[in-house]
């Protein structure tokens, strides 16, 4: 079968086969690069053969590839699924200089993303040469309650983003202990992040890691995206702060206008 033969779905079992294909793909994260059947089926529940089949359909179609240890990890089909949604967004390629400068200017990573669910998910990043590192591997989604880009988008949300965000919730999960874990310490501080316009992380995520974030607005003025810098406590101190909102500001402004929708 080709890749661009059409593929109809003609029964639940079809739309099943799908899913569980799909949580399959999306165990590949940068904390987990690489699976074994065994540990993939294991994970998801499956049965080591279904889980066989489906990573054979994605061999064949080169989203994963094998390792020299037959493992699996994600191959380029989609590294090529990923640079035609950055390419189609002109969000993400008109941002890309600002956010390189706005990394070397500030001396820290920047970071430009959006609310996905309950998470943050990072859409790009940039970070200067020398810059700190906060683990072994990027994260590119974070818990919204617990990162500044995420508090921004809760908090320009409106009411609305806040009760989809906390929905049954009596405590969310403690990542360190100046995690926010209840709903209402989150609208205190996403009272305080509108009232002041941009928000802060310290250490609410990585021990060691704060953020600063400020809305990206469209042309309309409305909150599409959310940009933040990454670096030590010692760093984005409160001498700093100005500083680095100025830098912010003005870049979001810069990426915004870009934003036809």
């Given at each position: 079968m080709s890749p661009t033969k059409k593929v109809v779905l003609r029964s639940p079992?079809?739309?099943?086969?799908?899913?569980?294909?799909?949580d399959l793909l999306c165990?590949?994260?940068?904390?987990?690069?690489?699976?074994?059947?065994?540990?993939?089926?294991?994970?998801?529940?499956?049965?080591?053969?279904?889980?066989?089949r489906i990573m054979t359909s994605f061999e064949e179609y080169h989203f994963v590839a094998r390792t020299a240890t037959r493992?699996?990890?994600?191959?380029?089909?989609?590294?090529?699924?990923?640079?035609?949604?950055r390419f189609t967004r002109r969000l993400l390629w008109k941002a890309d200089p600002p956010l390189r400068h706005l990394a070397d200017e500030t001396s820290s990573i920047a970071h430009l993303g959006e609310l996905d669910g309950r998470e943050i998910?990072?859409?790009?990043?940039?970070s200067p040469p020398g810059g700190a590192i906060f683990g072994p591997s990027p994260r590119f989604r974070g818990p919204a309650h617990a990162t500044a880009m995420g508090k921004i988008l809760l908090a320009f949300g409106g009411d609305e983003a806040f009760r989809e965000f906390v929905g049954p919730y009596r405590n969310f999960k403690r990542y360190t202990d100046r995690t926010i874990s209840t709903p209402a310490a989150l609208r205190e501080e996403l009272d305080l992040v509108l009232s002041q316009g941009?928000?802060?992380?310290?250490?609410e995520r990585v021990p060691g890691c704060c953020?600063?974030?400020?809305?990206?607005?469209?042309r309309f003025r409305k909150t599409v995206a959310a940009l933040s810098l990454s670096n030590t406590p010692e760093k984005i101190?409160?001498?700093?702060?100005?500083?680095?909102?100025?830098?912010?500001f003005t870049s979001a402004e810069i990426i915004g206008r870009e934003v036809l929708d």
């Open positions: 079992q079809g739309v099943q086969s799908v899913s569980k294909a799909l165990c590949f994260s940068p904390e987990h690069p690489e699976w074994g059947i065994s540990e993939i089926a294991g994970h998801l529940g499956l049965c080591k053969s279904a889980a066989h493992r699996y990890r994600l191959g380029n089909r989609a590294l090529e699924l990923g640079h035609t949604y998910l990072e859409l790009l990043r940039s941009y928000a802060i992380s310290n250490q953020c600063i974030a400020v809305p990206v607005r469209n101190s409160e001498r700093e702060i100005p500083r680095l909102l100025s830098k912010l």
